[in-house]
């Protein structure tokens, strides 16, 4: 668990100050960790937070139309989320982000324990701070690289995450496909040839331009290299989204300044 303060300098982040401590492993310990770490720092918000994809499930819906109302909308998601993952609906919080697909409506659905929602803004709280947005490591690395103005219409981000690996296809600039997998020990080259050529089946025809790679492991850097083929792929660096020197892992900083985005 760490807080990031930063500020932003010609379209880049500089890193003011990190501090960290164990996340407690349990809900209340992490209840109790968010709180002792807010107010170690006297920090009120508010407050940006990015999470673990391996905390949370997430998954593309496509609708022909959704309500009007927002809580409607949160609603009819999270339920039909849940009955996909087969889950519980009331055990988990839920948020989405609407893109428009044709004539209907594409959701990237995210849903995450609610206790574990729920242990991060009661920590907060009891400190006095007020929790903005909880995102996922990969949507707030999405939204880093969003400010780029990435060229490219036909993508794929693949990102070297906490325990776990995420890759985001898009299609004429609209994310059209995600996957997260455990990072087991090993190569992850063929969980990530399986993917792309997953992909491949049910898209035939598009060309894809290149892969956007985001990590601090060069195995799983050479593994995606050698599960793309001949493939551009463009390794993406701390010096792309922070200025200077940054203390300890820069992926988890970018995806925690990310989430504010």
């Not at 400190?127 to 939204?143: D, F, M, W, Y």
Request: overall charge neutral; aromatic content about 8%; hydrophobic content about 40%.
């Amino acid at each position: 668990l760490s807080l990031v303060s930063a500020v932003k300098e010609g379209g880049r982040w500089a890193v003011k100050w990190v501090e960290s401590t164990p996340s407690g492993g349990t809900d209340d310990g992490l209840k109790g960790a968010v709180t002792g770490l807010l107010r170690g720092f006297g920090s009120k918000g508010p407050l940006f937070i990015s999470i673990p994809d391996s905390s949370a499930e997430c998954l593309i819906m496509d609708f022909k139309g959704l309500p009007s109302k927002d809580s409607d909308t949160l609603a009819v998601v999270k339920l039909r989320a849940a009955k996909e993952l087969f889950l519980r609906p009331d055990d988990y919080s839920a948020s989405y982000q609407a893109i428009s697909n044709g004539g209907g409506v594409r959701v990237f659905a995210v849903l995450a324990r609610s206790s574990y929602i729920r242990s991060i803004e009661e920590g907060a709280k009891d400190a006095g701070a007020e929790v903005k947005t909880i995102r996922p490591h990969s949507v707030s690395l999405l939204n880093l690289l969003s400010e780029r103005n990435v060229p490219e219409r036909d993508f794929v981000i693949a990102l070297r995450l906490e325990g776990s690996f995420a890759t985001l296809f898009f299609k004429d600039g609209t994310l059209d496909f995600y996957r997260q997998k455990p990072l087991a020990k090993g190569d992850p080259y063929r969980e990530l040839k399986a993917t792309f050529v997953s992909y491949g089946g049910m898209r035939q025809g598009q060309n894809l331009e290149k892969v956007f790679v985001l990590s601090t492991d060069t195995a799983f850097t050479d593994a995606v290299k050698r599960a793309v083929d001949n493939l551009p792929v463009e390794e993406m660096r701390s010096v792309d989204f922070l200025t200077g020197e940054v203390p300890g892992d820069w992926l988890s900083i970018a995806s925690a300044l990310g989430s504010s985005l």
